[in-house]
């Protein structure tokens, strides 16, 4: 089973401010195996980012995903208020599919 | 606009058994996986299984195996998860998800369905 580890834990920026979360593999995962989900508070998560960092639908371009191997990022080039959430990562080069534990992006 | 929508909340009793269910609409039913995830209070998403409803080819996580029953009726566009004897520790919130064509990452989310077991 694939392990994903996400850090930080918390992510506390301020609106305007480059976020970036990370995702770490146990061993290795084609970029194109490697999704990006955000779950907003009491809500479903919702697909943000798939394959070779391609957007899903309606995702605004101020999110981002790059990496390659054994690490991933996400990146919100300029944060604003309504992307307070939790975002989890997720593999699945193999069975069995595996979510990372999440980082919950908060607003100073 | 594809819409997955699943029953509503259960509050069970432990020993008791249940069923919720995931019905799907707005696209073709039998030719996209619908897969599980489960989230516990305060934490993360857990895939537990996935069932193709054209065919009924179904995979469980070696998590789960065992402990749930994955199913679809592809007469009535609804999937289904099911278990024979809840315990405490199934207390979720239940997600299903369908899969995107061709790869397994969850492109449409059903709005959850809360289980909770207690005496």
């Known amino acids: 089973e694939i392990v994903l580890t996400q850090s930080p834990g918390t992510l506390s920026l301020s609106p305007g401010e480059r976020a970036t979360l990370s995702c770490r593999a146990s061993r290795g995962v084609s970029s194109s195996y490697l999704a990006w989900y955000q779950q907003k508070p009491g809500q479903a998560p919702r697909l943000l980012i798939y394959g070779d960092s391609n957007r899903a639908t309606g995702i605004p371009d101020r999110f981002s995903g790059s990496g390659s191997g054994t690490d991933f990022t996400l990146t919100i080039s300029r944060l604003e208020p309504e992307d307070v959430a939790v975002y989890y990562c997720q593999q699945y080069v193999s069975s069995p599919l595996t979510f990372g534990g999440g980082t919950k992006v908060e607003i100073k | 606009e594809v819409q997955l929508v699943q029953s509503g909340a259960e509050v069970k009793k432990p020993g008791e058994s249940l069923r919720i269910s995931c019905k799907g609409s707005e696209y073709s039913f039998t030719n996209y996986w619908i897969g599980w995830v489960r989230q516990m209070p305060g934490k993360g998403l857990e895939w537990m299984g996935i069932?193709?409803?054209?065919?009924?080819?179904?995979r469980y996580s070696p998590s789960f195996q065992g402990q749930v029953t994955i199913s679809a009726d592809k007469s009535i566009n609804t999937a289904y998860l099911q278990w024979s004897s809840l315990r405490a520790s199934d207390t979720a919130i239940y997600y299903c998800?369908?899969?995107?064509?061709?790869?397994?990452?969850?492109?449409?989310w059903g709005q959850g369905t809360l289980v909770s077991v207690s005496s």
């Open positions: 069932i193709y409803p054209g065919d009924s080819d179904t």
């Open positions: 998800a369908r899969r995107a064509e061709g790869a397994e990452f969850f492109q449409h």
